[in-house]
């Protein structure tokens, strides 16, 4: 008996030690610094940096950092550094005069000011200056100054709340900043990687990729035998047909159900948060995964177990690039003596540019303490002005300011709108200002951007993802695989579609994933993105006398070109990546991420794998080597004969010219025919 009950201590005691991870918080910490150094000039500035409490944090202490440098001028008795937390200030202090080094000061952050998702942190500055005879300046000068050093910080210590067991939180978790920035999740397939399930887990990355917060991490994708990815996974979706499915993850899993459906089912395993998508039919296998990339749908699922139906409605509706955008949705306020801006980010398809009748529709208001002869705002668009007005005192609670954007700004893309207050004050005195005094701007929330827009479609990077995806949608794409893709093949894939994620919003449009020997006929009217070499995909091999780098006839390396002397020993060690007419359809494009080996064809994914990289690879071809060298060319023509405009459809298109040639030819004739009169009546003289 008593050996009974040792043994029921120690089942008890085992049991409390598996579950006490679910039970109880796991106590965690999350820094998020600055980034860059910023300079704040002026009497009166105002910097900020964003930092984030996930859904399933609970936040213990918040701890602020300041890192930085202050005019040497500046007047101890007048100049204060307030900090704010989401508009409420909560911590002032007197910078220390005379002090020309770095200084550092980190205090807490009032947690009960906090709230779930963005939060903004602020640094107020009021920084006086002296003159020589101990007067204080009137107006801003260089010597106002306060640099905020790039090591200054908000850190979070937080408890990771307990798993609720459901789809939802796992969708919550599986991008949250502390998770990814860790590399705590990822996206796995089977290890015969079907075509349907390589389209479904490419589907699933994108949409993931795009809520990813973090520029410098990818969603990991992957196979599930490659345990050297998985294994230290938190959080793994693992997709498969139900056949291909490892059997450790069949259990609990009703198979009659899955003729007819497919299931998303969340399990535990050996400590692992794993989400299975599977089903016996490829089409339903695909069903299910467009709705876990519709992320409205998947936040609902508070259950762990998701039947799926072939007329399950799961598409997201398509995306209007033309509309009307709010600049704000809750208002945004500044305050400052002289210059303060308030910045909104625009999103635009990467090949799409302003036309005609864009335009900004500002509300706002401002204090009524102002010097209204000097006063104004200004609109700007990647910094360049497009319009001001004056501030009024009889307007100073309700005015609106509608400016249109100019064409001739060729703005291409994603882009900045910056409303800038110049408040100015009619009696700026030295010494010591109230809170209530210093001035303010207040941008509202019926502020709006007028969008229109017109397309750009030239095969190039500078328009990257065009055409693979236009309007933020997968514009019928298919990938085209080798036949066996291995790790390296894998890591291409998970470089470009994470970041193609950042240009997608929501799961509508058209995605294919099929390996080289299943590429077919249908498949040659789509855009086409080709993986590997010259030897293991069809595509590449096809279209190998149109690259712009080609490959030798054993495809073992690279050729030189027009462009590029490539020395064969070089040719081995690139990888490339290609955007060229399709082969097939010359509306469609075949973009060729491709290199020797697959290690080499992921090295060239590489320039396709982040914003920064993009930003270096230009044109329509480039090369890169494991050291990072790139060269990228533009071979393509400007003007090619496919678009090149007749004389005739220019004449047909300006009626003006064609009517004034018109009448031209008829005096001609008449002057002809009248010259052939006159040399027949005197030739018979």
């Not at 008795?77 to 409420?88: A, G, M, R, Y």
């Not at 039919?281 to 995964?289: C, H, I, P, R, S």
């Not at 993105?529 to 080609?550: E, H, M, S, W």
């Amino acid at each position: 008996m008593k050996k009974l009950g040792i043994l029921l201590v120690a089942c008890f005691g085992i049991f409390f030690c598996l579950t006490s991870y679910e039970l109880h918080a796991k106590a965690a910490t999350y820094q998020t610094v600055l980034g860059v150094d910023k300079e704040a000039r002026g009497k009166y500035t105002t910097t900020k940096q964003n930092f984030t409490i996930e859904d399933y944090w609970k936040a213990k202490t918040v701890k602020a950092k300041l890192v930085y440098r202050v005019t040497q001028l500046s007047e101890q008795e007048v100049s204060t550094i307030t900090f704010s937390v989401n508009d409420v200030p909560f911590y002032s202090f007197r910078p220390a005069k005379g002090e020309t080094g770095v200084q550092e000061i980190t205090v807490d952050v009032p947690v009960d000011k906090l709230k779930k998702g963005s939060n903004v942190f602020a640094v107020e500055g009021f920084i006086y200056t002296t003159l020589p005879d101990n007067q204080c300046t009137i107006d801003d000068t260089p010597a106002n100054w306060l640099h905020i050093d790039k090591a200054s910080s908000v850190l979070v210590d937080y408890d990771e709340l307990p798993f609720k067991n459901t789809i939802a939180d796992f969708n919550d978790r599986f991008t949250g900043i502390d998770t990814v920035k860790n590399e705590q999740s990822g996206v796995f397939m089977s290890d015969k990687t079907s075509d349907a399930e390589m389209t479904s887990s490419l589907q699933m990355v994108t949409a993931f990729a795009h809520e990813n917060k973090l520029d410098d991490k990818q969603i990991a994708l992957g196979a599930y035998g490659d345990t050297a990815k998985r294994n230290d996974k938190r959080y793994q979706l693992v997709v498969a047909n139900f056949k291909n499915l490892p059997a450790a993850l069949k259990n609990g899993i009703d198979t009659e159900k899955l003729n007819q459906q497919a299931v998303i089912k969340l399990q535990n395993v050996a400590g692992k948060r794993v989400l299975i998508v599977t089903s016996k039919d490829d089409a339903l296998l695909k069903v299910a995964a467009k709705l876990i990339s519709n992320q409205s749908l998947t936040s609902q699922l508070a259950l762990d177990e998701k039947w799926v139906k072939a007329d399950e409605k799961v598409e997201t509706p398509k995306t209007k690039v033309d509309k009307e955008i709010k600049l704000t949705t809750e208002g945004d306020k500044v305050k400052g003596i002289g210059h303060v801006e308030q910045d909104y980010f625009i999103k635009v398809p990467s090949n799409r540019s302003i036309s005609d009748g864009t335009k900004v529709n500002l509300k706002y208001r401002y204090s009524s303490n102002l010097d209204f002869e000097h006063s104004l705002v200004t609109v700007l668009i990647n910094g360049k002005p497009i319009g001001s007005q004056k501030l009024t005192a009889k307007k100073a609670n309700d005015d609106s300011f509608t400016i249109n954007v100019p064409k001739d700004m060729n703005i291409v893309g994603n882009f900045n709108v910056t409303v800038a207050f110049d408040l100015i004050l009619t009696d700026n005195y030295c010494g010591f200002m109230n809170d209530s005094e210093i001035p303010w701007g207040f941008v509202t929330n019926e502020s709006t951007f007028d969008l229109h827009t017109e397309e750009q479609k030239n095969f190039l990077f500078n328009n990257y993802p065009y055409p693979i995806i236009q309007d933020e949608t997968f514009n019928e794409a298919v990938v085209v695989l080798p036949d066996k893709p291995d790790a390296s093949i894998l890591t291409s894939l998970e470089n470009v579609f994470n970041l193609f994620g950042q240009f997608v919003d929501g799961n509508y449009g058209s995605l294919e994933a099929v390996s080289s020997s299943h590429f077919k006929a249908a498949n040659e009217s789509q855009n086409i993105i080709a993986f590997g070499g010259l030897n293991d995909n069809t595509v590449i091999k096809q279209a190998n006398d149109k690259l712009y780098f080609k490959y030798n006839q054993a495809g073992t390396y690279f050729l030189s070109n027009e462009k590029m002397k490539i020395d064969p020993t070089y040719g081995k060690r690139i990888g490339s990546v290609q955007l060229i007419p399709s082969i097939f359809n010359k509306e469609k494009a075949i973009l060729a991420v491709t290199g020797p080996t697959s290690q080499t064809t992921a090295l060239g994914s590489s320039l396709l794998g982040s914003r920064e990289m993009l930003s270096k690879t230009y044109g329509d071809g480039a090369i890169i080597d494991a050291d990072d060298t790139i060269h990228a060319y533009r071979f393509k023509k400007v003007a090619s004969a496919d678009n090149e405009t007749s004389f005739a459809t220019k004449l047909a298109d300006n009626k003006g010219t064609l009517a004034f040639a018109a009448v031209t030819v008829m005096i001609l004739i008449l002057l002809a025919t009248a010259t052939v009169l006159l040399l027949r009546k005197y030739r018979k003289k």
